[in-house]
């Protein structure tokens, strides 16, 4: 899975944000709003980190069990999916 290119996320206010900046602001406008897990998948899939991967550093962050971690991660996956900020 990659971000698409022009996308960020940036902490602000202690919320983490992501936005469209340059050309893909064109195609996406507004901010979508992570929580603290999401920000965590986010930047796994910016350092190339596998699906199984991502889940691994949710369960080693929080505690939370595999099953429960994998299925927030593969939902988070799907929404980047489906907004057309991530592709497979």
């Not at 919320?15 to 340059?22: M, S």
């Not at 050309?23 to 596998?50: M, Q, Y």
């Not at 991967?53 to 939902?75: K, M, N």
Request: hydrophobic share 50%.
């Amino acid at each position: 899975m990659n971000i698409k290119k022009g996308f960020v996320i940036q902490e602000v206010g202690g919320q983490w944000v992501a936005v469209a900046t340059g050309a893909a602001a064109a195609e996406f406008s507004g901010i979508v709003k992570l929580n603290d897990t999401a920000a965590i998948a986010w930047r796994g899939i910016e350092e190339g980190l596998s699906r199984d991967q991502i889940v691994a550093r949710v369960v080693e962050s929080y505690d939370v069990d595999e099953p429960r971690a994998a299925a927030d991660v593969d939902a988070f996956l799907q929404t980047l999916v489906e907004a057309g900020i991530a592709s497979e």
